[in-house]
């Protein structure tokens, strides 16, 4: 079992930034890549930003050049540096956590990202 918490998620003005961190425990030694997702209400879950194990970053293109994504290994912390925020970035913003071998998904309990006009 990985357990994921969240931390980070606030009240923003358009044009700022946050930084959401996931520190994950359990059977850390299980996980492979891990990432970000996010969900606006009455919107379906989409995905933000992913990371594998090796490093490798993939991002939506909504965000492309605002987030990044970045992981502390040895402190089992995957980070979000969320830049030029934009009302539209307003959601849920979840943490999830897939298995090296693929078969099982974790996924944190949310944190709230609000950006004001």
């Known amino acids: 079992q990985v357990q994921l918490v969240e931390s980070g998620g606030s009240l923003v003005q358009a044009g700022g930034s946050l930084r959401l961190s996931c520190a994950a425990s359990?059977?850390?030694?299980?996980?492979?890549?891990m990432g970000w997702y996010r969900q606006a209400p009455g919107k379906p879950r989409e995905l933000v930003a992913t990371?594998?194990?090796?490093?490798?970053?993939k991002y939506a293109n909504s965000v492309k050049g605002r987030f990044t994504i970045s992981r502390d290994s040895a402190k089992n912390i995957v980070y979000l540096q969320m830049n030029s925020l934009n009302p539209e970035d307003t959601a849920a913003y979840y943490c999830?956590?897939?298995?090296?071998?693929?078969?099982?998904?974790?996924w944190g309990q949310g944190t709230q990202v609000t950006v004001s006009s």
């Open positions: 359990g059977s850390i030694f299980s996980i492979g890549t």
């Open positions: 990371i594998t194990s090796g490093g490798s970053t």
């Open positions: 999830n956590a897939e298995t090296i071998a693929g078969s099982r998904s974790y």
